[in-house]
């Protein structure tokens, strides 16, 4: 079963037709006087963009559905349901660009990005995945409206934006200056050349939060996950990291540390070539907290010159997936 909300009932094509006449001269002889063209033209009211849905609960199923937008910045929310996942995507009619694609696990509904789009109509499409969502809200969804920022205190079934995919940190609060306005693009620094050795490695994705500014000096500050219920084992994470006392992850319950985990991801030579540029596997327990409420928090106090931390990609998962060597201190509360 699937549906879509619009704006404005789509009607029937409404046809027009243009006459098109011979003007004769008085000397001329001719058999017809005139002639009659008629031109048929598809005519549809279109719903707006920005109060456009589009829902299925039926898994591995393509829905589609086409929308007018005059021109601005969208809220993009998605919900993956009774599905595994979704893929989405929003493509211009008159240009033929694509102007967003990609997945989500989210499986109840939650805001995933901000887009701004040109005046066109607009051909929306999501494809369901595999059964198997966690929501008790079975339908995949797919919605549009002028809804740009992520709602506050809203508790998710997973690490909301936990890989940074939106560019920005949506879901996340900052406190201080050290982790920046936004996540850093690795492509981005990677063509500025915005390392001090090697170019990043080890991360697959586009986006990371980090303390280093592509400069010698680094600022402290926190960077928090917007909360989410416990329901796998272990969370998993890419991070770059020194040893350093001042700089760490844990999981705050109620706003208290519970877990605390420390790593140091350039003692790993004898796993690999050591970078300070290379993302590293890492895991947190999360079986003491299982069934909770809780929070990531990214810590980086007083920093000592070059150090820094870098993370992303974080998500549970049943197994834990961490590179051998990189945890140097795990303490729980």
């Known amino acids: 079963m699937w549906y879509f909300t619009v704006g404005f009932k789509l009607p029937a094509k409404i046809t027009t037709s243009t006459i098109r006449t011979t003007t004769i001269s008085p000397n001329s002889t001719v058999t017809n006087t005139s002639s009659t063209t008629s031109l048929s033209t598809s005519i549809y009211y279109l719903s707006n963009c920005a109060n456009l849905g589009i829902f299925n609960s039926t898994s591995n199923t393509v829905v589609t559905n086409y929308c007018l937008w005059r021109g601005g910045t969208l809220g993009i929310w998605v919900a993956s349901g009774s599905s595994k996942s979704i893929s989405y995507s929003i493509k211009g009619y008159d240009d ?56 506050p205190n809203v508790t998710y079934t997973e690490v909301y934006n936990g890989n940074f995919s939106t560019g920005e940190y949506n879901g996340w609060y900052l406190n201080g200056t050290g982790f920046g306005k936004a996540p850093l693009s690795i492509a981005k620094a990677d063509a500025e050349g915005c390392y001090q050795t090697a170019p990043w490695a080890g991360y697959n994705g586009t986006y990371f939060a980090t303390t280093f500014n592509c400069g010698l000096s680094n600022s402290p500050g926190n960077l928090t996950s917007s909360p ?32 605390t985990a420390h790593y140091n991801t350039y003692n790993i030579s004898r796993f690999g ?51 051998p060597g990189i945890l140097t201190n795990l303490t729980s509360a």
């Open 273 to 323: 070539v050591t970078s300070d540029y290379t993302f590293r596997n890492a895991s947190i327990p999360l079986i003491s907290v299982a069934g909770k409420t809780v929070q990531v928090r990214i810590v980086a106090i007083s920093l000592k010159h070059h150090n820094y931390i870098a993370v992303t990609g974080f998500k549970m998962g049943k197994l834990p997936n961490e590179t």
């Open 228 to 259: 989410f219920i416990v329901d796998e084992p272990f969370l998993n994470f890419k991070i770059i990291s020194p040893a350093d006392a001042n700089l760490y992850v844990e999981i705050l319950q109620n706003n208290t540390p519970v877990i």
């Open 96 to 151: 033929n660009v694509t102007y967003l694609n990609g997945t989500s696990t989210y499986s109840c509904v939650t805001f995933l990005q901000n887009i701004t789009l040109p005046n066109q109509i607009y051909n929306v499409t999501i494809h369901t995945g595999l059964p198997g969502g966690t929501c008790n809200n079975k339908y995949s969804i797919l919605k549009l409206n002028t809804t740009t920022t992520a709602p």
